[in-house]
């Protein structure tokens, strides 16, 4: 798929990015599809401070509390992968819109069982969980169709847009939730959960996106595509900085989400409105932050902005392990929810534009991967911590922890716009053979000869290693560089690809800023252009 029509950037366009939240809303799809998204999400948070809550009843053990936000988040380590090779490989807005029918079943389903009063802690687990593995199945195909509704230059904007839309249900979601467990029952949250997806279904139906011409090329099957995925995040060293610094974050602020129930009810001693109410505080402080991005981005630059944004979480650890007034926990959820808008949207930002579109749904679940996967241990650890060591202790050695990261993590840089250009170049003419290669005849070997004169021999050896990982993460699996031991200057670079069909492949997923490396690596020849032959296995005829 690509971008609809009317959201089609012109080549000039993609390089001043922005980050207003505001800018996105100019794209009718955008905004139809965000203002689905929100009502959606509302659902989903009266859900999760509704499931938050009835667990405290059920169980008043912190670990067992703490196993609803790993119920929540196990789901997205564990099936993020291949979902993202889904989205890389079928019609992604068919996948969302299967996937968000498949959840409304089970949302209704999880709301009868608590209408009749048949929930046991297994009980409502099992239904998070199950949630969950919906939500992971649709989070990297949610996230790789932003680029289809706004503009490259505008993708930091659109990000910025989603990160406010989260948040105001985030807001909206938890009081609402608590106002009406109050008013309507333990149940009115779940029913609602189960009615909001008819938003994002109806968005989805409505959407008509623009047909890719595509590649040509069959689609790749998912246990390969998986397999590509996983090499191409191994050698995109701007990929593998970004969840690096997503771990150092989000393994320590799950502490908050993960004890926040407990600190509303035991440590505060207040009821359902209250959770709802500090939950509420996180969303307004996310959108507060929001709102303030696109400064601190300017003033402070990506990095920068992920450690105020890490030392902004740690505060916040800090005041909820001393909260035991109402005033001062929603002071502290207001500084967690400006500080967690801070670092994930430009985390965010940063997978997004370190991707080429080919890959992006696979890049994308390599983060939500990340991303719940620090979550999930995050959230069961500090769980133990506040049963062996109390709710003050495990808020206070989150807190250190994330200060720690910030130092620990800093050599990794994040990407902050739009000035990698990952645009497909088509400079690699495809190969001409004189013989017959089916698609799946494999493996096969490529070599390109270069002749470079004696003097550049220091200055070419580097740059030839970035090509290098180049050819790794666009599909091979093996490469090295040789020097002729018997003519001075004479370098022959092999490569392997697993088939003759995943070589055709690679030729279309180099990049303009590939081609630049290329280019470079050329003009250290002696000739106009490198030699280069393609060897494929040889076969016995079939019998």
């Known amino acids: 798929m690509s971008l609809p029509n009317e959201n089609r950037a012109s080549p000039e366009s993609t390089t001043a990015p922005t980050m207003s939240p505001w800018v996105a809303f100019r794209y009718k799809t955008f905004t139809v599809v965000w203002i689905a998204t929100v009502v959606a999400n509302v659902g989903t948070w009266m859900y999760n401070a509704a499931s ?57 389903a ?39 509704l706004v503009p490259k230059k505008d993708l930091a904007a659109a990000v ?3 990160g406010v839309g989260v948040n105001i249900s985030r807001a909206i979601g938890p009081a609402l939730g608590g106002v009406v467990i109050g008013g309507l029952g333990i149940a009115a949250p779940f029913w609602f959960n189960a009615l909001s997806n008819f938003a994002v279904i109806g968005a989805l139906l409505w959407w008509k996106p623009t047909p890719s011409l595509g590649s040509g090329l069959p689609p790749e099957r998912l246990a390969g595509a998986m397999v590509v995925g996983f090499r191409h995040a191994r050698y995109n060293p701007n990929l593998r900085a970004t969840l690096l610094r997503a771990v150092a974050f989000f393994f320590f602020a799950s502490a908050y989400w993960a004890l926040l129930p407990l600190v509303a009810r035991n440590q505060i001693a207040g009821g359902p409105e209250l959770y709802g109410v500090l939950l509420g ?14 400064w601190l981005k300017t003033s402070l630059g990506p990095d920068r902005l992920v450690a105020a944004g890490t030392a902004g979480t740690a505060l916040s650890l800090v005041l909820l392990g001393v ?87 800093w050599p990794w840089k994040l990407q902050g716009g739009a000035s990698i250009d990952l645009a497909p170049s088509m400079h690699w003419p495809a190969p001409i053979l004189n013989i017959e290669a089916e698609a799946d005849r494999g493996p096969v070997l490529v070599t390109v000869e270069y002749l470079i004169a004696p003097d550049k021999r220091d200055t070419f050896l580097p740059a030839v290693m970035a090509l290098g990982l180049q050819r790794r993460r666009d599909g091979a699996y093996a490469w090295d560089i040789f020097e002729d031991a ?44 490198p030699k280069v032959t393609h060897l494929i296995a040889a076969r016995p005829p079939s019998e």
Do not use: Y
């Open 486 to 529: 018997a003519q001075s200057g004479r370098f022959l670079e092999t490569f392997m690809v697993a088939s003759w069909l995943e070589h055709l492949r690679q030729h279309q997923r180099v990049t303009n800023a590939d081609r630049v490396v290329q280019d470079a690596i050329r003009n250290f020849g002696a000739t106009a252009e």
């Open 52 to 108: 938050g809550w009835l667990m405290t009843s059920l169980a008043a053990d912190p670990l067992t509390v703490s196993l609803v936000q790993v119920a929540s988040s196990l789901p997205m380590f564990l099936f993020a992968l291949p979902a993202g090779a889904l989205a890389d490989t079928v019609d992604k807005r068919r996948l969302l819109i299967g996937c968000e029918i498949a959840l409304t079943f089970v949302a209704a």
């Open 160 to 162: 910025a847009s989603n």
């Open 281 to 294: 505080a996180i969303g307004v402080g996310a959108v507060v932050g929001a709102f303030t991005l696109s």
């Open 323 to 409: 909260a035991h007034q109402p005033g001062l926990g929603i002071a502290a959820c207001l500084v967690a929810g400006i500080s967690w808008i801070a670092v994930l949207a430009t985390i965010n930002v940063s997978v997004q534009v370190s991707l080429p579109d080919w890959v992006r749904g696979r890049g994308l679940a390599m983060f939500v991967t990340v991303f719940f996967g620090a979550m999930t241990a995050g959230s069961a650890l500090w769980g133990q911590l506040a049963s062996g060591l109390g709710l003050p202790e495990a808020h206070f050695i989150a807190a250190a922890g994330a200060i720690a990261g910030i130092a620990l993590t």
């Open 110 to 148: 999880s709301a009868v069982l608590v209408e009749l009063n048949l929930v046991t802690p297994p009980v409502l687990l099992l239904f998070t969980f199950l949630l969950g593995a919906g939500a992971a199945f649709t989070a990297p195909a949610w996230q790789s169709v932003v680029p289809q």
